[in-house]
């Protein structure tokens, strides 16, 4: 009898204890935040997302900045695949934009100027002669984001007004970019607009990748596959030419997986021009909508990314400009090509480019694009 009741308090006490231990697992999903510093006098916010697998993404509401993506290799092993920094202090000044929201004209517009029904805007030139990622002050990168974490989803809301004449752009712009962690280890990143003049409008996501890991060597062995027949050539500058050239017979041939650094190398001007791969691909889309934008493959540890996309382009940079000046996470050097970025985009300078996609929001109208990025193994 005494046995029986002894034998029957251990299960119970076992059973309890199993459930407390789910419980805690499963509560370990959702969105966390903590104080990450302080800017202007306003808190520095860093959420936390975690999905019921054990992927996390960290984010801030100075910059958006994602400033950690941890996933598991085949084994199970996690590793941080973004680099960055382990302080808020860090990322002043950044830049490389590691991890950054870029905006409001990603990328590159020539000469700093564009014109827009019959007026000439001038920006600031931070790029050689041109301006790069929305120009010097208030850029998307470095402001302060309202945030807030979504009820309803594993995610965050950032938002932003930009002004009227802020970096010499037209319009009070009003931004929004969420990000939201699934169960299907996607983070979705969502990008919503509207304006009160008519304004270009190009964003995108900065994250440098190494699916083995930040600071763990460079990104040349990491195989690519970009859903794209045609790519825009650049001139001296960076700026395209105009022409959407065939990718048949060159280096820039993603379209079966083939390594970043097989060809990087190679005696091809576009390469010389780019240093590397600093150029955007055109995706092959049938129609509006997510379109598969590229898939990336890590050998050693079996990580895969996989970016979608409603956007027309993407850039695919090979992180040709890390120099070893910027020392990240644990101390880890970044040096050349030790991350690579798939910024999907509008394609560069398109405002003095009217046979490319349009980038013009227009008062009434909203500026709707979706970005996933999709962690598995193999
Ligand atoms: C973009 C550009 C690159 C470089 C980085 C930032 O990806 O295309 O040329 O300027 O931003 O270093």
Redesign the pocket.
């Known amino acids: 009898m005494m046995l029986r009741r002894f034998l029957i308090t251990i299960a119970l006490v076992v059973m309890i204890g199993g459930l407390l231990i789910a419980q805690q697992n499963s509560s370990k999903a959702g969105v966390e935040q903590e104080h990450f510093g302080a800017r202007d006098g306003r808190p520095v916010i860093l959420y936390t997302l975690k999905n019921s697998h054990g992927v996390e993404v960290h984010a801030m509401n100075y910059g958006g900045i994602i400033q950690a993506i941890r996933v598991p290799d085949r084994n199970g092993k996690i590793a941080d695949i973004v680099l960055g920094h382990d302080t808020y202090e860090g990322y002043v000044p950044n830049?490389?934009?590691l991890g950054a929201i870029?905006g409001r004209y990603a990328?590159?517009i020539a000469n700093g100027t564009f014109t827009l029904d019959g007026k000439t805007y001038t920006l600031p030139k931070n790029?050689g002669p041109n301006t790069?990622?929305g120009g010097v002050t208030k850029t998307f990168d470095k402001v302060m984001w309202e945030s807030q974490p979504l009820k309803d989803k594993n995610g965050v809301l950032f938002e932003y007004v930009s002004k009227d004449g802020d970096d010499g752009f037209p319009g009070n712009m009003h931004v929004k970019v969420s990000y939201v962690l699934n169960d299907s280890n996607e983070l979705v990143i969502d990008y919503q607009a509207t304006t009160d003049k008519a304004s270009p409008i190009n964003v995108s996501q900065?994250s440098y990748f190494n699916l083995k890991g930040e600071g763990n060597g460079d990104i040349l062995d990491h195989e690519i596959m970009i859903n794209a027949e045609r790519f825009t050539p650049v001139d001296k500058n960076?700026i395209p030419t105009g022409e959407l050239r065939s990718v048949k017979g060159t280096p820039f041939d993603f379209t079966k997986p083939a390594q970043m650094g097989a060809r990087i190398n190679d005696s091809d001007e576009q390469l010389t021009l780019?240093h590397g791969y600093?150029h955007n691909f055109v995706l092959d889309r049938k129609g509006a909508g997510m379109t598969l934008a590229a898939r990336v493959y890590e050998p050693s540890t079996g990580r895969i990314l996989e970016v979608s996309t409603t956007q027309p382009g993407v850039?695919f940079?090979t992180g040709?400009?890390?120099d070893g000046s910027v020392t990240g996470k644990d101390g880890h050097v970044y040096k050349r090509r030790y991350g690579f970025?798939l910024?999907t985009q509008h394609f560069?300078d398109s405002p003095n480019h009217p046979k490319f996609p349009n980038t013009i929001l227009k008062p009434g109208e909203t500026f709707h694009q979706i970005t996933v990025f999709k962690f598995s193994t193999k």
């Open positions: 830049p490389p934009y870029v990328n590159r790029d790069l990622h900065h960076l780019g600093d850039q940079y040709n400009f890390l970025c910024e560069p």
